[in-house]
Structures are given as C-alpha cells and as structure tokens.
C-alpha cells in the first residue's frame, strides 16, 4: 500500500500520488496519460486530476499499479474502479486490469466468446475480478505468450478449471500445462484463435491472433506511441534476437488491426498501416 511517508517529490501537489516502490511498468501512464509523468525515477502525478473523468482514470491506475504505489491523501472508495474491470476495448476484447507485480506488470486480456472465454497473460488474482469473469462466463483456455507473464494461473486455474496454454520452450515455467505448443507452425486452437509460436524474446514466446483483427504480442512486439512505429525490446530479449526477427518476419504472413503488448501502449489502425509499420519493424531489427 501506498504510503505519505515515501511520497515522491516530484509529485504535483495535492490528493494523488506516487511513493518510491514505483516499479516503473508505465501502466499508469498508459490508463491517464494526462495524470502521470515519468522520469529516471519511474511514474510520478504531473498533474493533479480534475475532472471527474481524470479522477476516475487516476483511480483507475491506482486499483491496477502492480505494486500498489499509488496513493490518495484522503481515503476514498476504490469501489466503482474496482467495479470498471474488465474494462472493454472493442467488441469482445476486454483489459483485465489488477496488474500483477509476478509479470512486470504485464497487461492482461480477455476474449469473450460463447464458444469459452480466453484469459491472455495473467492478472493479479483478485477474488472480486474472479467473480466478475465467472459473471461473464469464467474462463476455458488461459493463453500464456511466455514464461514471464504467467503470474498467478494457478488460482486461475483453481477457480475456473482453465486450460493452460504454453509453447514446448517455457514450459519448464509451466510444467502442468494442459496444451503444450510444439514447433514452429501456427496453431490452430479453435476457429478465429490462431496461436503463432514466435521465438525471439524467450525460447517459447508465442502470439496469439484472434478474428484477424486483435494480435496479443505479449513480449514480443510492441508499440512506440511517440515515434509511431512498431518496436521489439533489444535490451529485454533473453533468448535469441536473431530468432526474434525471424519470428517478426513470420507475422507479416498476418493481417491484423490492433496490437495489444504485454507492456507499452496498445496500437489500432488499418490493416495497411500496420502492415507497413511491421515491416519498417522488421528492417530495424535485421540492422540491430
Ligand atoms: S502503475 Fe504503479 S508501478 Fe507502474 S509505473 Fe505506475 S506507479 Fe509505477
């Protein structure tokens, strides 16, 4: 829990603020970009929020800090932001919020279908989040990129009886896995799921495209809001760089319109667009 003592300095003034146990995920800039700044310290309150939707986005990004570094002077009823997760991002693709401090404060995601819902990544296991899925059918398969995001599927799994997914090369993270991916061939798991094995970031790091339009990227690939491109972490690949420009290769044989990453901003534009973006994505990467 957030505490005044450790208060950072370069908070602005007022109700909201960050300590210095501040993990630096981004999460909350990413939930109220107009809140929360960073510097080489991590997140702090650049503006204090005044609106009634800047007060909730400020909320928002308290009840889902990974590590419960947000803070508020006064006490308030954390209720209805608790209450706005799963939250939608279009049709049935929802972020699950609560992130968990096990996967560098990953994002989560979840797919409703009437075919069995799909849990990608892991939350923070919160016994209010879990009820809510079960109020919106509980969960059939748990879709795990990588070994690192894998945070709390056990209880997951204890609730909801998931079917854990996770590629050969990180399964020595999930042992007990029920579905194990092999090789390098796309994976049909149902019609509109296809799981695409990409090694680069871990050995078993995969995607996940589901109706041609959502591409979950875990680790693998992400989005550079500023500079308006498609990134790979150089820094943060921890297998193979040379197997994770392969791997970007392979997912220009998809079309898909919204890429949401394990960390950084979600991205959503035309088919073309990003098609051209990965492929700028791609000659980066061959020149690193
Ligand atoms: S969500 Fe929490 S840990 Fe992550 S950057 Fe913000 S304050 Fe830091």
């Known amino acids: 829990m957030a ?9 602005s003034p007022g109700q909201v603020y960050v300590d210095s146990s501040c993990i630096d995920c981004e999460t909350c800039r990413i939930l109220a970009s107009d809140i929360f700044g960073e510097d080489q310290t991590g997140s702090f309150v650049k503006k204090q929020p005044e609106t009634e939707s800047e007060k909730f986005q400020a909320l928002q990004a308290l009840v889902a800090c990974p590590t419960a570094s947000i803070g508020t002077e006064d006490r308030i009823d954390l209720g209805e932001a608790k209450a706005s997760f799963p939250r939608q991002i279009q049709d049935e693709v929802y972020h699950c919020g609560f992130h968990s401090k096990d996967s560098f404060g990953a994002f989560s995601y979840l797919i409703l279908r009437e075919e069995g819902n799909v849990l ?29 995001d894998i945070a709390d599927h056990e209880k997951f799994h204890t609730d909801f009886g998931t079917q854990r997914i996770i590629h050969e090369g990180d399964l020595s993270a ?7 991916i092999k090789g390098r061939e796309p994976f049909s798991l149902e019609k509109d799921l296809l799981i695409i094995p ?7 790091h995969s995607t ?18 500023k ?20 791997s970007m290769q392979d997912l220009e044989n998809y079309n898909f319109e919204w890429l949401l990453p394990g960390h950084g901003h979600p991205a959503h534009t035309d088919r073309k667009r990003m098609s051209e973006m990965l492929r700028s994505c791609v000659l980066w990467m061959q020149k690193r």
């Open 3 to 11: 505490t005044l003592a450790k208060r950072k300095v370069q908070n």
């Open 120 to 148: 990608v990544d892991s939350p923070r296991y919160i016994p209010s989040l879990s009820e809510k899925i079960k109020n919106l059918g509980g969960i059939k398969y748990h879709f795990l990129t990588h070994r690192d």
């Open 174 to 180: 999930l042992p007990n896995a029920e579905i194990v």
């Open 198 to 204: 990409g090694p680069g970031h871990t050995r078993g």
């Open 208 to 225: 996940l495209l589901y109706k041609h339009k959502f591409l979950f990227s875990g680790d693998h690939l992400a989005f550079d809001p």
């Open 227 to 246: 500079k308006e491109r498609l990134i790979a972490f150089r820094g943060a690949c921890w297998y193979s760089w040379e197997e994770q420009t392969k």
